[in-house]
């Protein structure tokens, strides 16, 4: 089993930084070995012997149907079935990558499942890559040095998180990137438990939370990444979510229960339903959205600390 | 009902059972967390399929009860971790969201 020993969650900052920069799709083998179902194991072990890989992926045209790997080689030779054709014994039930997903999505699963290859498959559902841990090491490797010669030429700034902390206010921020369901809910658990230090009613806590965590998710599903800023007072809480596109085509749409863009993969994670935005909207007592194509979204929501103005939802 | 009586009226098996114990409001079943961040109450079960992170993360912001696994679904370390740190009891069970519910109802006295 191959894992790779990074903290996604702790690491140093530089280093996530230069994580989630990469996708899927940027460190991947596009220079692929397939093989077709009708190919006999013989010949495929051949095949792994010449590219000096251990996972085959089977093809009809460019859908993926299945991964012969060494272990099914190995079972075929201890069997007497390695003249047999790949369909027959090939790995069936693979987990397969994305080639848009962060990068840390495949380091996740690496370790997560213990597998040591990936197939990445394209926006329609085409096999266009393969990715193993060699692949994402040699990335990093690549990166880091870039990013080391950055800090030594001192050209790397130094970015504190700004907060900014008063008697009574206390703002704070947090980046979040497009489909990096890793950390999403970060920014909206720090200010859920500032919240709480400040004593502030239990149910308006949930709506500030709730407010926060739907706008945070709907910029790790739909925007190229943006910022959460929060500005909490002693009587209201300002939630600013800011993102750099690609902007909202309809409003009036992205406000309506039932709408959503998001794509299968989000829906299968239980999100991307469109209750997004009516949710975050029903939960604060001031919201209001601005976007422009191309160029951007920014969400504004206000939450009063006062329990009695209640807008409507079951607390 | 409280969160520690859980495994005594339902079959299931702990995951995770570092948590605050109080009386349990109600149950919530969806797998659709969206709908779940609309409409679960504070102190109320999840019973879902929805075995990953966020799950939790959702949980956390809605201050909810507990989170029921169903039909055995295999649940990550790092989701353990996650309601480890939140505080959130965490368990499996090999029955469906329906009989999880079902139980749960009568038990509750049918609240939420």
């Not at chain 1, 095949?47 to 991964?67: A, F, K, N, Q, W």
């Not at chain 1, 909490?232 to 749409?253: F, H, M, Q, Y």
């Not at chain 2, 009386?23 to 879902?48: E, F, H, K, N």
Request: proline content about 5%.
């Amino acid at each position: 089993m191959e894992s790779i020993p990074i903290d996604l969650n702790s690491g140093p900052k530089a280093v996530l930084e230069l994580i989630y920069r990469l996708k899927v799709g940027d460190v991947m083998s596009r220079d692929l070995a397939t093989a077709a179902p009708d190919a006999s194991l013989r010949d495929i072990r051949s095949l792994m012997r010449d590219r000096g890989i251990s996972g085959v992926p089977v093809v009809e045209g460019t859908r993926l149907i299945g991964l012969v790997t060494i272990e099914n080689i190995l079972e075929a030779l201890d069997g007497g079935w390695i003249d047999q054709s790949a369909q027959e014994h090939m790995t069936r039930s693979v987990i397969v990558l994305e080639a848009d997903m962060p990068l840390t999505f495949a380091i996740t699963y690496l370790n997560r499942y213990g597998y040591r290859r990936f197939p990445v498959l394209d926006k329609n559902g085409a096999l266009s890559g393969i990715v193993s841990a060699k692949d994402i090491i040699r990335a990093l490797l690549v990166e880091m040095n870039h990013e080391v010669e950055r800090l030594e030429e001192g050209l790397a700034k130094a970015e504190p998180a700004p907060e900014n902390t008063s008697a009574h206010s206390k703002s704070f921020s947090f980046p979040t990137r497009h489909w990096d369901f890793e950390t999403a809910g970060r920014a909206s658990a720090a200010l859920k438990s500032e919240l709480k230090k400040r004593g502030v009613d239990p149910a308006v806590q949930r709506r500030a939370s709730v407010t926060s965590y739907e706008l945070e998710l709907n910029q790790v599903i739909h925007s190229d990444g943006g910022v959460m800023e929060f500005e909490v007072g002693p009587d209201k809480t300002v939630i600013t979510a800011r993102d750099t596109g690609p902007g909202i085509a309809n409003l009036e749409s992205a406000l309506t229960e039932g709408f959503s863009t998001a794509n299968e993969w989000i829906r299968s994670l239980g999100f991307g339903a469109g209750l997004g935005l009516p949710n975050a909207r029903k939960s604060s007592n001031e919201f209001s959205i601005e976007s422009a194509i191309g160029k951007g979204t920014t969400v504004i929501a206000v939450i009063l600390h006062t329990p009695k103005t209640e807008p409507g939802s079951p607390v | 009902m409280n969160i520690s009586e859980l495994p005594r009226v339902l079959t299931l098996t702990p995951v995770q059972e570092a948590f605050d114990d109080r009386p349990i409001a109600g149950a919530y079943t969806s797998d659709l967390l969206s709908d779940v961040m609309a409409r679960a109450s504070a102190d109320y079960v999840l019973i879902t399929i929805q075995a990953h992170r966020n799950t939790v993360a959702v949980a956390s912001m809605l201050n909810l009860a507990a989170i029921i696994i169903c039909n055995d679904r295999p649940i990550p370390d790092d989701m353990v971790e996650a309601a480890r740190e939140e505080r959130i009891a965490l368990h499996v069970s090999g029955q469906t969201q329906f009989q999880v519910s079902g139980i749960l109802y009568a038990a509750l006295g049918s609240k939420g």
